[in-house]
């Protein structure tokens, strides 16, 4: 075939609107100019990746290519949106850029062709809860299994099968080498993990894996979507590839074509989701699956200090697997990175809330500092110590806002709305009503299913057959209320259903129910405000569900313009920076983790993840750990320091030791 080759769009009549030579160097600014063609970013920490790709984004429009032929994959739904104000903020216009997570387009895409991968269009995204109350009823129906003592939880099953998709690898195959201890019940296991995909075909729900699967399946079988949105996305950019799987590359790689404009940015020595089937093969072989793209490199640290940088490089060094990357530092020095001994868990969270508190009276604000560890539960101590010193901060990792179960109560009642096939719903709200068990659930449940429109048969004979006699009354006020948030008005309006949810009844169950009634009816209508932005029912459905992605974890409470204190995991922290960084409960069996030893290059990627966390820092940098800590139910357990801080070179950094006042009179 010939080829007919377009020029690059040209220049502006009236010329840039941004300085590119002046916010950028020579390296950043090359790959911001370069053609078009697939093309590979592949540089360290810190190097203006992020912001490289969003420099791009802006000349591709100031240049002239439509907006609507730009996809900008990211990690963060919230990473998107921010490098997206950036843009227009820099150009001055509104953008139409379609921007997410791999999940978020997902979405997007396949409302559009539903039927062509055997979904109706109304499908329910399963956030990682709800699929597990998916498998607990399979298992549940497999009843006898469950009294196998070594037969494991949903939650695990759930595990088998997400890694075994992600990584493509058969389900028996995931089993055999990574739960060993399951091999008696292995054939049960597999059962009920057909049994789950079958479930959610019948009630039109797709969990988080699905989303992935099922549009490169669109693209793959059906030529003619491909081809559209070949032609549609001419420009596709992703940052941190590193932690992609190959289904996200082959997304992108049918998407942009052989010869396309794919520009992917990463560092091979920051991927730590391996965990969740992510691939660094993708940056590594990126220029075999495309031949003919350019690699380009950055290679000056804008965001840390040479102090910081130095400690880092140090630690990543001890890794065999990796490319040789050249980083320089280009700020000025500043202080040495700490390594803090403290004698117990408590005395570590009394020193950083201290030491915070000692910054914030410097030049610090709150949001300048974060406190980084490996496991949720690591954090406790500390958020316990700010809450007494009454310091405001905010859990990246914890129960996040959505997935409290008032919260997805409400979010229930509206799922019946949009998809009245949804047996979880369906159930979920009939509990809420007095004298409805799970054995009443199931019953009503039963009825419902068999009408040919559940929802408008709510109140009909059969149905009602099925409540019990004593829950008659609740059910008169819940068929009432579903009349009422079922009309076409009220559908585009979520934030007015939400307020119908609440004063139709839902409010007086809270306050029959939970101590804290008044607090968690203040969250639903703050959940109300949230859903004016939507404009129907299932567009804020669907957003609930992937804000509790892993891959996306963020919550609306999360607002930029807060002064807060950050604590977050160190998987979550990906991409961020504060000023002061503190790393805590660094000691072996934590950071790294024990588990995670046991698995092959484990250790490389638990120090892959140490030094994000170094990384994340700006100014300062301190490496907490305590001396003492309990353990399984062992009190004064003594604690190993972590061999990456063991490891370190000597004179990278400064050693502290935390002591009492009273300590030093003595
Ligand atoms: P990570 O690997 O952690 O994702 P990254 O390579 O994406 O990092 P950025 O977050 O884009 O790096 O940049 C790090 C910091 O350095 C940001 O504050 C950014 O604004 C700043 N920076 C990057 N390049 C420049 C530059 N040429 N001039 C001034 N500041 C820069
Ligand atoms: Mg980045």
């Not at 062709?113 to 109350?133: H, S």
């Amino acid at each position: 075939m010939k080829k007919y080759l377009l020029k690059p769009p040209a220049a502006p009549a009236g010329g840039f609107r941004i300085n590119y030579e002046a916010e950028l160097n020579q390296q950043q600014l090359e790959v911001v100019l370069a053609g078009d063609g697939p093309m590979l970013v592949i540089a360290g920490a810190g190097s203006g990746k992020t912001r490289t790709l969003t420099y791009r984004v802006a000349r591709l429009v100031e240049c002239g290519v439509p907006m609507e032929s730009v996809l900008l994959l990211t990690f963060t739904n919230k990473a998107a949106r921010e490098m997206l104000r950036r843009v227009a903020g820099l150009l001055g216009t509104d953008l139409r850029i379609l921007g997410g997570t791999f999940h978020h387009v997902a979405n997007v895409v396949l409302r559009r062709y539903a039927d062509r991968v055997g979904l109706k269009p109304n499908f329910t995204i399963l956030d990682r809860e709800d699929a597990a109350d998916v498998m607990s009823d399979v298992l549940a129906g497999r009843a006898k299994l469950l009294n196998a003592k070594k037969f494991p939880k949903a939650d695990v099953v759930l595990e088998i099968q997400s890694y075994a998709v992600n990584t493509e690898t058969l389900p028996q195959r995931v089993l055999s080498e990574r739960f060993p201890v399951l091999f008696e019940v292995a054939e049960e296991v597999l059962r009920a993990i057909q049994v789950y995909a079958l479930r959610k075909r019948e009630m039109n729900l797709v969990d988080f894996d699905d989303l992935l699967l099922l549009w490169r399946d669109l693209l793959r079988k059906h030529d003619d979507v491909r081809e559209t949105a070949h032609q549609r996305w001419r420009y596709v950019l992703v940052d941190e590839y590193q932690d992609t799987n190959r289904i996200q590359s082959d997304i992108v790689e049918m998407i942009a074509g052989p010869e396309g404009n794919l520009m992917v940015v990463g560092d091979d020595a920051q991927s730590i989701y391996s965990f969740r089937g992510a691939n660094f093969g993708n940056i590594i072989d990126f220029p075999k699956r495309f031949p003919s793209a350019r690699m380009f490199k950055l290679e000056i640290n804008y965001r840390s200090t040479p102090e910081i940088l130095a400690l880092a490089n140090s630690s990543i060094r001890h890794n065999a697997r990796q490319f040789e990357k050249v980083l320089q530092a280009n700020r000025a020095h500043g202080p040495k990175p700490e390594r803090v001994v403290c004698g117990d868990v408590s005395e570590q969270a009394r020193y950083v809330v201290q030491r915070m508190m000692e910054l914030r009276d410097e030049s610090y604000e709150w949001r300048d500092m974060a406190v980084l560890y490996r496991a949720h539960w690591h954090s406790m101590e500390i958020q316990m110590e700010l809450t007494q010193r009454g310091i405001p901060f905010q859990v990246r990792s914890g129960l996040r806002f959505f997935e409290q179960a008032h919260i997805k109560d409400v979010a229930a009642y509206m799922r019946i709305v949009v998809n009245s096939r949804d047996e979880f719903a369906w159930k979920r709200v009939a509990k809420l009503y007095p004298r409805i068990g799970n054995v009443a659930a199931e019953k009503i449940w039963k009825a419902l299913e068999a009408q040919p429109d559940p929802l408008g048969a709510v109140s009909c004979d059969a149905v009602l057959a099925a409540v019990p006699k004593g829950a008659r009354e609740g059910w008169k006020d819940l068929t009432r209320l579903l009349q009422k948030i079922s009309t076409p008005e009220v559908r585009r309006a979520p934030s007015e259903m939400i307020r119908e949810i609440i004063d139709g009844g839902y409010e007086l169950y809270l306050q029959t129910t939970y101590a804290n009634a008044s607090a968690r009816a203040e969250d639903v209508r703050r959940m109300a405000d949230f859903a004016l932005r939507f404009r129907d029912a299932q567009e804020l459905l669907s957003e609930l569900a992937l804000t509790m992605s892993v891959a996306g974890q963020e919550a609306i409470e999360e607002r930029e313009d807060t002064d807060v204190v950050i604590l977050s995991t160190v998987h979550q922290a990906k991409g961020l920076e504060w000023r002061a960084v503190f790393g805590i409960w660094l000691v072996d069996g934590k950071v790294p983790d024990a588990r995670a030893l046991h698995e092959s290059g484990g250790e490389e990627e638990e120090r892959r993840l140490f030094y994000v966390m170094c990384t994340r820092a700006k100014d300062q940098l301190a490496l907490v750990h305590p001396t003492i800590g309990d353990e399984r139910g062992v009190m004064g357990v003594i604690q190993r320091p972590s061999r990456f801080i063991t490891e370190l070179d000597q004179g990278t950094f400064e050693e502290v030791r935390v002591g009492y006042e009273f300590d030093e009179e003595e």
